[in-house]
């Protein structure tokens, strides 16, 4: 029996089929177990002197503009336990994953709300700059994902 913090069904909050990235005619969910999910929204302002961050998770990455941290696991269902069938899988998914990021100076992030995908909250042409990816366990592959833009995209 699940545990109550643990979701139950699909499309609940952490569910990484809620995140879909889309670069030029390419499109794909991010998939997997999202852990955290962070927009930040840097403006300029004459009395603060703000400096981007070293890359840290939650840093901004400009001093003005949209900065957006994803961290999470590959190839995991909702419980965080190992979905894929073997380690070939996720290396395939998370090449796959990098080649669409690093690959694009515009990726558009679509963030749709739980429990029922409708309307998606966009952020829109990102540029990942930090791309890390390390296994977490035999059947996951735990990543950081670090994207920004000099715009402010949700006024």
Same mark, same amino acid.
Do not use: K, N
């Given at each position: 029996?699940?545990?109550? /913090? &643990?979701?139950?069904?699909?499309?609940?909050?952490? *569910?990484?089929?809620?995140?879909?990235?889309?670069? !030029?005619?390419?499109? @794909?969910? #991010?998939?997997?177990?999202?852990?955290?999910?962070?927009?930040?929204?840097?403006? *300029?302002? =004459? =009395?603060?002197? #703000? =400096?981007? !961050? +070293?890359?840290?998770? !939650?840093?901004?990455?400009?001093?003005? !503009? +949209? +900065?957006?941290?994803?961290?999470?696991?590959?190839?995991?269902?909702?419980?965080?336990?190992?979905?894929?069938?073997? &380690?070939? *899988?996720? @290396? *395939? =998914?998370?090449?796959?994953?990098?080649?669409?990021?690093?690959?694009?100076?515009?990726?558009?992030?679509?963030?749709?709300?739980?429990?029922? $995908?409708?309307?998606?909250?966009?952020?829109?042409?990102?540029? &990942?700059? /930090?791309?890390?990816?390390?296994?977490?366990?035999?059947?996951?592959?735990?990543?950081?994902?670090?994207?920004?833009? $000099?715009?402010?995209?949700?006024?």
């Amino acid at each position: 029996m699940p545990l109550p /913090i &643990f979701p139950a069904t699909a499309f609940a909050p952490g *569910d990484g089929r809620l995140v879909s990235l889309t670069a !030029g005619l390419q499109q @794909r969910p #991010l998939g997997g177990l999202v852990l955290e999910l962070l927009v930040l929204e840097c403006r *300029d302002a =004459d =009395d603060l002197l #703000l =400096d981007p !961050g +070293t890359g840290r998770f !939650g840093e901004p990455l400009l001093r003005v !503009g +949209t +900065t957006l941290w994803l961290r999470g696991v590959l190839q995991a269902d909702l419980y965080g336990e190992p979905a894929a069938a073997d &380690f070939a *899988d996720v @290396r *395939d =998914d998370w090449l796959e994953l990098r080649a669409l990021l690093l690959g694009h100076d515009a990726v558009d992030v679509h963030v749709y709300a739980p429990p029922a $995908p409708a309307t998606p909250v966009v952020v829109p042409a990102l540029r &990942f700059v /930090i791309v890390r990816g390390w296994w977490h366990d035999p059947g996951g592959l735990r990543y950081e994902l670090g994207a920004c833009a $000099p715009t402010l995209h949700l006024e």
